[in-house]
C-alpha cells in the first residue's frame, strides 16, 4: 500500500522559511517521479514543484520559482521542499504526490500539512 506522510507544516512569519518533508513508504519510490501540490483556501488545487525520479531535473511554478527547492533522498525514500522567502499567498495545505507535472492529479496523494505564513 502506497503511503505518503508529510510534515514540517507550521506558522511562519512573512519572510521566514520552512522545509517539509515526504516519507514514502510501500512503493519503489526511486522509481517515481514526485510533486508538491497545494490548496489554500476556498480554491482548487495548484502544482507547486515536481523532480524526476534520479533527481536530475527539477521544475517549479511561477509563483515559487527562486524561493522554492524540491529535493529527494531516495536511500532514505523521502521528498523535500525547502521553502523560503515565504508570502502570505503561500499559505496552504500542502500534498506530496506520485508523479510529475503532467500526471500527479492520478497518483498517490499524502494528507498534507498546513503551511500558515502570516504575522
Known amino acids: 500500500e502506497v503511503q505518503l506522510v508529510e510534515s514540517g507544516g507550521g506558522l511562519v512569519q512573512p519572510g521566514g522559511s520552512l522545509i517539509l518533508s515526504c516519507a514514502a513508504s510501500?512503493?519503489?519510490?526511486?522509481?517515481?517521479?514526485m510533486s508538491w501540490v497545494r490548496q489554500a483556501p476556498g480554491k482548487g488545487p495548484e502544482w507547486v514543484s515536481a523532480i524526476n525520479s534520479g533527481a536530475g531535473s527539477t521544475y517549479y511554478a511561477d509563483p515559487v520559482k527562486g524561493r522554492f527547492t524540491i529535493s529527494r533522498d531516495n536511500a532514505e525514500n523521502t521528498l523535500y521542499l525547502h521553502m523560503n522567502s515565504l508570502e502570505p499567498e503561500d499559505t496552504a495545505v500542502y500534498y506530496c504526490?506520485?508523479?510529475?507535472?503532467?500526471?500527479?492529479?492520478?497518483?498517490?496523494w499524502g494528507q498534507g500539512t498546513q503551511v500558515t505564513v502570516a504575522s
Open positions: 510501500g512503493f519503489t519510490f526511486g522509481s517515481y517521479d
Open positions: 504526490a506520485t508523479g510529475g507535472y503532467s500526471d500527479y492529479r492520478g497518483g498517490s
